[in-house]
């Protein structure tokens, strides 16, 4: 089983459309949790940090369960610009002493006029 | 300020040559990571500097990859015997320190690598 397991959608969705990616991840001592985005033949860039409570940046909202050990990404009014592959991270931090990222596979969002 | 920088962007070889991938990492940062993106999937971890020294090194597929970073800034990773397997795009990352589990890595751009 993976470490970080995601859904590898092709999602497309039309312009100004709501969309919800998950994420699982197989070890509880995870520390710290974030979502990247990387847009074709690019780097990964850091989208937003993940917290217990929630936290929430501009359309963007992502979520964290703990105890389920499951992460959600929620985009609203999306943007041709959101076309991208989204990235679940977890950081292992803590285990070694630094943070050692574990990446999923990514989702595929495509966003369509 | 400069982000992350990694030469060449690309690199094509022959089985068995020899390879060095180049990164810079941003001004300041005592971390230093490289990973490993293979089509299709997200990044993998290979090996982590702290300063100088290859504080993990556990993510390096086998003895044919080797990274150094001699003065804690500049970092090559080394790949020897190339095989088509090894055929992915290099990414090297950089954090401020790595103390912290919420310090953000900063990627660079990558070095295409093709084995043929």
């Known amino acids: 089983r993976k470490e970080v397991e995601q859904d590898p959608g092709p999602f497309n969705v039309p312009e100004g459309a709501t969309v919800a990616f998950n994420c699982t991840y197989s070890n509880s001592a995870s520390q710290s949790f974030f979502w990247y985005r990387q847009d074709c033949r690019k780097e990964p860039k850091l989208l937003m940090s993940v917290y217990s409570s929630g936290n929430e940046d501009g359309r963007f909202t992502a979520q964290l369960n703990r105890a389920s050990q499951y992460i959600s990404l929620l985009i609203r009014d999306s943007k041709l610009s959101d076309s991208a592959t989204y990235l679940c991270v977890v950081n292992m931090y803590g285990s070694g002493g630094y943070n050692k990222l574990i990446f999923g596979a990514g989702t595929r969002l495509a966003v369509h006029p | 300020g400069a982000g992350v920088s990694q030469t060449p962007s690309n690199k094509v070889t022959e089985k068995g040559k020899y390879v060095e991938l180049r990164c810079d990492p941003i001004s300041g940062h005592t971390a230093l990571y490289w990973y490993r993106q293979s089509l299709g999937q997200g990044p993998e971890f290979l090996i982590y500097?702290?300063?100088?020294?290859?504080?993990?090194d556990s993510g390096l597929p086998n003895d044919r990859f080797f990274a150094v970073r001699p003065e804690g800034s500049v970092s090559t990773l080394k790949i020897q015997r190339t095989e088509r397997g090894d055929s992915a795009v290099y990414l090297c990352?950089?954090?401020?320190?790595?103390?912290?589990?919420?310090?953000?890595?900063?990627f660079g751009p990558g070095t295409r690598l093709t084995v043929l």
């Open positions: 990352a950089s954090s401020y320190t790595a103390d912290s589990s919420y310090n953000e890595q900063f």
């Open positions: 500097f702290q300063g100088t020294g290859a504080a993990d």
